[in-house]
């Protein structure tokens, strides 16, 4: 990503957040999986997209999002100490605050 598209990435990330700061890294493309317990399997969501990983001025102090459109995110989560995360190649997992698997 050269610096054009990285500025305009990081004015669409701060229209959701304007404490995001910086973008640390980013993949081109993710889908994200929900796990529903009760079937022991894992369900392919909508949501797909551009993975941006972030920098905040203010606590919690990193954070991820899903943008499914250059101005669209789908999946906000910040990092904190309640996320749980699980390499299982080609996949992370992670458990987030409210006890929901994903990757």
Known sequence: MNSLEQDI???ALK????NIIDITDFTGQVVLYTFIPDMQQW????NDGILF?????TAPCYGFTIATQPDI????EPVNRDLEF????????YRNSNGEFAF
Do not use: A, G, H, N
Request: charged share 30%; aromatic share 8%.
């Open 53 to 57: 990983v972030y920098k905040r001025s």
């Open 43 to 46: 369900d392919k969501t909508s």
């Open 15 to 18: 229209l959701c957040d304007p």
């Open 86 to 93: 699980q390499l299982d190649e080609p996949c992370i997992l």
């Open 73 to 76: 995110f789908c999946l906000i």
């Open 9 to 11: 990435d990081l004015k």
